[in-house]
């Protein structure tokens, strides 16, 4: 497991010694390493440990490493610090800041204009300022007073440039940084090493302890996230921390003056690094800056190269402050940290601070990024606080020169008259109030930490990977609010532990190899060679098969219309009626004995349920029925349909097929008319006839005439005669009229097509008579011994049938030849 | 010229374009029947306001006592939503009058299908094979015999419950596969006389056209 | 909408159901009924409309065939206003009725002998199994027994074998049938009461 790591985000097992997963791109070193035991991040009131930072040189970036080689050209004279109180400065931001230049290193060409400018060289292009966000929260941790420590040999130089940007000040910043890169020569191999791996693992970094004493104190803070190197003393001498004060005033300056580029920068370019320089020379200079004190100088102590403000961290009781102070009522914890405290009170804010009290909270570089609540003038001379003073020091203000000068936009305008790259742009709000307008509540309310938000230049040296940020990202990390630690409450602190981060926002690479099985690759055959069937041209029928289907089709009709219409305008009686069959379960002749026994005079229902197409056939299959009916027994009719046209075709027959009877309409029968509502209308009417249609198709009220007096119920017929052309219609009638007959007869006459299905009715006993067909139209012809549209038809039908049977037999027989030959081929092939 | 001749050859024309397409599809047939569906709706649609909605609506509406209008105040009403069916837009307010619709259809198809099929037509083809009101025994046996199994074999064969097989197939149970095969068979001829039932009633149709044309032409 | 829908078909389904055992109901049952009638006639009339909406947006949209759309309009407003001034019943309609209707519908069904003998005709040649077979066989002896000969009928064949194939033979499956047909009414008809099958829109 020691040389082998699990990525977190996908699982994909890597060499230890890789920082990027192989698989996602995730990354697997950690940018702080873990933090565990010794090395675990800072809580607020621990003192930090001594560390020693000198394995963090190979993390550095490019951007550092080039500043640090062109200030060793420069004049190896010992930098002057301070003599004054070093503000602490939470440790546990040290890495997270600093992890940031880490991981800028992973890609130099990616770096910022800006950075680029820092190492000396221009930038390519300038990109289009964006606003920068203005939330520069985090500096609320800063005092307000920390700046105002500043050499007040500034004040004389320039009025308006602080005193630590004087040359005085900065020289001993940038002899220190000399000093320790000249001891960073005496180990060519481990520098080699880091010129062959941009961003070793810490675990591989050069031994460059020899150095340790040498190196700035900004440095030994890395080592608080840092675990390899343990055992760092913890007490460190009351040493002035002007070493680091120095390089942060610079770095003020730097940003201060960019401002105003018009103002040169006070730094002297022997005696800051050229990175400062660099950095100074894109700067603007504060307006309304604090005078500050000078920094003394000679301070070349290699111990003493450890800042006080770091310092305090060991020795919290011992006080870098002239007055001793307030290190011993405030105890182990630093008066930024005390902010937290419900019992800080809040000082005027034109209250002058001491200097002496911002040596207990932060360092002033810090301090002068704090969002400005009170950007009154500050007070020139520093001076040290007294403990009332120290106690009632407000947190996390900003010190004074950043009070009156440096607001929010004047931090943005520091980096945003820099060329920014549009990750780090992106990152800005630019609808944020200035914080000079609006400051931070918790500043305000000296309540305890609230949520925060990094500065933009500083979400700029956050970790970012090479993609470009999206807003998912961006959310994930500014959402999440620090809960332990110094940074508590600060919102978009970047995670101690990888598995903070939750995916990398590097897009993963999929192999772009189609990994499919064998089954797979089958399927995808069968479904292509589906899609190629599904697509594939159907070669269209021949023409030759078309025509000999039409052929087919025409020799049929000829046929049809040649036999059948010859022998019917011959008018010839060839073919001989059908007998009679006496059977008992004969339905013809089970129809004829229903008409029969019924008495004369009577009134009968008609039902003309069939549709005209078939007109013709159920008014030659009625006709004989009807006609024995009317010729016999004289019946009064009662005509109804559930056809819409059943009223006409009712008519129709009544008035041309039975005119020989000389039936009138309202003398001999009434119609009804059109009943709606299929077998709900035929059951309601089966109920309640003369409810259902009170009046007749022409509109007046049938049941009251003469043929129907006193019928108001189906079972007052004598018989109930339903003419359909239709299993269904004959069905309805048969179930839903059926229970309300009573002793009314039931005869069906029916189209050919529907006596088989009707059939069952009849054996049932739920019809009395069927009637269907021209065949059994000519039986009961044949019985009535007159001839009528039955004989007529007779041989035609005949001759038709017979016809139908020849050619089935034929053209069958010869398409099952034609069938099985087909078929055959098919099988052959 | 009578209304007769007119009406004849009305007729005529109308029979020889529909018979045109014997030949193929072709305007004369499309036109005659466009013009038959176009005289159709027309005539459905007066039949069912003169008929239907005038006689069972109206009237009473305008006419009715005041029980009968009140009465009638539901159908107005679902009337007046079904309307909206013809109105893509509003045509769901038409669906509470079809629900009335096929609600009282399916009840009344179920009282139909029960007391008029079902119970019917099981009892007679039990009856069957009482001996004591059949003349011949032996006949009423075997007929009744074979009409049990064609009505059994028939039902079995739309039975289409199954199961899937060891190869993957689906297939009925085997006695259910025998009995249906038997069905299968008993339908084959019940089709056949339907089809000739068909046919007839097709010729005859065919037969009285010509002998339309026979008495148009005095030839019948 | 739906819940009102699928209420009110079960609500009237029961009531006309129940009519059938309680005479009690029947009163109520008859009321529904008649509605059932007056809806009928109404959805008579809004098929008319919807078959003149389709073919008035064709002719609007001037799509391939408006003319026939047009003559289809015209013929239907002709007849519905000639049918609504003068009465279904009256002589001229059945003039109508007479000369257009009956003629075309009747020659429609002409056409089905001719497509019905075609297809009995290539039956074979498309599917040959033994039900094919005997369907082929039987409907062609009942042609044969259904009509007569010249010289006269075989007795045998129109009079004894003609009527036992089909009130012996055929009669089972035509009653096997009828049953399937009532036990399928039976069970779409309780499954519209129960509210499962909606088919009037209610989902």
């Known amino acids: 497991m020691a040389d082998t790591i699990k990525c977190p985000v996908c699982g994909e097992v890597n060499t230890a010694d890789l920082e990027f997963c192989q698989n996602c791109q995730s990354r697997l070193q950690p940018f702080t390493g873990p933090l565990q035991g010794e090395n675990a991040p800072l809580q607020p009131g621990q003192n930090p440990t001594k560390k020693v930072t000198s394995e963090l040189e190979p993390i550095l970036p490019q951007w550092l490493r080039e500043a640090r080689q062109q200030s060793r050209q420069t004049d190896g004279e010992e930098p002057r610090l301070a003599a004054q109180d070093t503000p602490t400065v939470p440790i546990s931001s040290a890495p997270d800041l600093l992890a940031g230049l880490a991981s800028q290193n992973d890609d130099d060409e990616d770096a910022p204009d800006w950075l680029l400018n820092i190492t000396g060289n221009a930038p390519a292009r300038k990109k289009k300022n964006e606003p920068e966000d203005s939330n520069v929260k985090w500096v609320e941790v800063g005092s307000p007073d920390d700046f105002s420590e500043t050499p007040s040999e500034e004040i004389k130089t320039s009025p308006t440039t602080p005193t630590w940007m004087t040359p005085q000040e900065s020289a001993p910043e940038k002899d220190e940084l000399a000093a320790w890169l000249s001891q960073v020569e005496q180990s060519p191999a481990s520098f080699a090493d880091e010129k062959e791996s941009p961003v070793p693992s810490v675990s591989s970094a050069p031994d460059v302890s020899s150095v340790i004493a040498d190196k700035p104190d900004w440095l030994e803070n890395l080592q608080a996230g840092i675990s390899t190197i343990d055992n760092a003393p913890v007490g460190q001498p009351p040493v002035s921390g002007d070493e680091t004060k120095d390089w942060l005033h610079s770095l003020d300056s730097g940003m201060t003056s960019l401002e105003s580029p018009a103002q040169p920068a006070p730094v002297s370019s022997d005696e800051t690094p050229d990175w400062l320089k660099n950095l100074g020379a894109n700067s603007i200079s504060f307006e309304q800056k604090p005078p500050e004190q000078p920094a003394p100088q000679n301070q070349p102590e290699p111990a003493s190269d450890i800042p006080d403000w770091l310092r305090t961290f060991g020795e919290p009781r011992i006080s870098s402050a002239p007055e001793g102070a307030d290190s011993a009522s405030n105890g182990m914890m630093p008066d930024w940290l005390k902010a937290a405290a419900p019992s800080g009170e809040k000082p005027p804010v034109d209250q002058p601070e001491p200097a002496s009290d911002r040596s207990a909270d932060m360092p002033s570089w810090l301090s002068s990024l704090k969002p400005i609540e009170a950007q009154q003038p500050q007070e020139p001379p520093a001076r040290a606080l007294t403990p009332d003073e120290a106690a009632a020091q407000k947190p996390f203000t900003a010190p004074a020169f950043a009070e009156d000068s440096l607001s929010s936009d004047d931090v943005d305008a520091i980096f945003g008259s820099l060329q920014m790259p549009d990750w780090l742009s992106s990152a800005a709000a630019p609808s944020q109030p200035p914080l000079t307008e609006s400051p931070p509540p918790a500043a305000q309310s000296g309540e305890s930490i609230a949520p925060a938000e990094l500065p933009s230049w500083v979400q700029a040296m956050r970790p970012v990977e090479s993609a470009p940020p999206n807003a998912s990202s961006s959310e994930l990390v500014d959402s999440a609010f620090e809960t332990d630690g110094p940074l508590a409450g600060l919102q978009g602190v970047l995670p101690a532990l990888p598995g903070g981060i939750k995916a990398s926002s590097r897009p993963k690479s999929y192999s772009i190899k189609l990994n499919a099985s064998e089954e797979q690759q089958a399927q995808s055959a069968l479904l292509e060679q589906i899609l190629a069937q599904e697509t594939a041209t159907i070669p269209m029928k021949s023409s030759s098969m078309i025509l000999s289907q039409r052929v087919l089709r025409w020799v049929i009709t000829a046929l049809l219309f040649i036999f059948v219409g010859g022998i019917l305008f011959a008018r010839t009686e060839i073919f001989t009626l059908p007998g009679r069959i006496a059977l008992p379960n004969d339905e013809t002749e089970a129809a004829l004995s229903v008409v029969d026994t019924i008495p004369e005079g009577v009134p009968v229902l008609a039902v003309f349920d069939y549709e005209p197409s078939l007109a013709g056939e159920l008014e030659a299959v009625g006709a004989p029925l009807f006609n024995r009916l009317l010729l016999l027994k004289h019946p009064n009719l009662a005509i109804v349909s559930t056809s819409p046209t059943g009223p006409a075709l009712a008519e129709r027959f009544m008035s041309t097929t039975m005119a020989e009877r000389g039936y009138q309409r309202g003398a001999q029968y009434v119609d009804l008319g059109y009943l709606a509502g299929g077998l709900a209308g035929v059951y309601d009417f089966a109920q309640n006839p003369a409810t259902v249609l009170p009046l007749g198709a022409d509109g007046t009220p049938v049941w009251q005439s003469a043929l129907l007096q006193g019928k108001t119920r189906l079972s007052d017929f004598a018989a109930v005669i339903v003419l359909t052309d239709s299993v269904e219609a004959g069905r309805v009638w048969v179930e839903q009229a059926g229970p309300f007959r009573g002793n009314a007869s039931f005869v069906v006459i029916s189209s050919a097509q529907a006596g088989p299905l009707l059939m069952p009715y009849l054996q049932s006993g739920q019809i009395n008579g069927l009637v269907a067909g021209l065949n059994s139209a000519a039986k009961i012809e044949q019985a009535n011994g007159q001839p009528g549209l039955a004989r007529r038809y007779w041989d035609a039908y005949s001759l038709g049938l017979l016809l139908a049977v020849a050619v089935m037999f034929l053209g069958g027989f010869w398409n099952f030849v034609i069938g099985l030959q087909v078929r055959r081929s098919q099988g052959a092939k | 010229m009578s209304p007769d001749l007119i009406v004849g050859a009305l007729a005529f024309l109308f029979t020889l374009m529909i018979f045109s397409y014997l030949i193929g599809d072709n305007p004369l047939f499309r036109v005659a029947v466009y013009v038959f569906v176009g005289v159709s709706a027309g005539y459905v649609a007066a039949v069912a306001f003169r008929q239907v909605l005038l006689p069972n609506l109206l009237y009473p509406l305008v006419n009715g006592t005041t029980t009968q209008r009140a009465l009638l105040a539901t159908p107005l009403l679902l009337s007046g939503l079904l309307l909206m069916k013809a109105w893509a837009p509003l045509s769901r307010l038409g669906t509470p009058s079809m629900a009335v619709l096929v609600g009282v259809s399916a009840a009344v198809a179920i009282g139909g299908a029960v007391t008029g099929t079902l119970l019917p037509q099981i009892g007679v083809t039990i009856n069957m094979f009482d001996l004591r009101t059949s003349t011949s025994p032996f006949t009423a046996l075997f007929n009744g015999a074979f009409i049990l199994a064609g009505v059994v074999t028939t039902l079995v064969y739309f039975h289409f419950g199954a199961r899937t097989t060891a190869d993957g197939s689906v297939r009925r149970f085997g006695l259910i596969e025998f009995i249906a095969f038997i069905g299968s068979i008993f339908l084959a001829f019940t089709l056949g006389v339907l089809f000739a039932g068909v046919y007839s009633a097709a010729l005859t149709a065919l037969i009285e056209r010509l002998y339309f044309f026979g008495t148009f032409f005095g030839l019948g | ?203």
């Open chain 3, 1 to 203: 909408m739906r819940t009102v829908a699928v209420i009110l078909a079960v609500l009237t389904g029961l009531i006309v159901l129940l009519g059938y055992f309680f005479p009690v109901l029947s009163g109520v049952q008859t009321v529904v009924l008649s509605w059932t009638i007056i809806l009928a006639g109404t959805a008579t009339v809004v098929g008319v409309f919807s078959l003149i909406l389709v073919h008035f947006n064709k002719v609007t949209r001037r799509e391939k065939g408006s003319v026939y759309s047009v003559l289809l309009l015209m013929a239907l407003f002709v007849t519905f206003i000639f049918g609504i001034t003068l009465g279904p019943d009256d002589p001229n309609m059945q003039l109508l009725v007479n000369a257009i209707i009956v003629p075309v519908e009747s020659t429609l069904m002409a056409l089905l002998a001719v497509t019905l003998l075609y297809a009995g005709v290539r039956l074979l040649r498309r599917r040959t199994d033994l039900m094919s077979v005997i369907f082929l066989l039987t409907a062609a002896f009942m042609l044969f027994a259904s009509a007569t000969l010249p010289f006269g009928e075989i007795s045998l064949l129109n009079n004894w074998i003609r009527p036992w194939v089909q009130q012996v033979l055929a009669l089972g499956g035509a009653r096997g049938i009828l049953i399937g047909v009532a036990l399928g009414t039976l069970t779409t008809g309780l499954r519209i009461l129960f509210g499962a099958d909606r088919p009037y829109g209610g989902k």
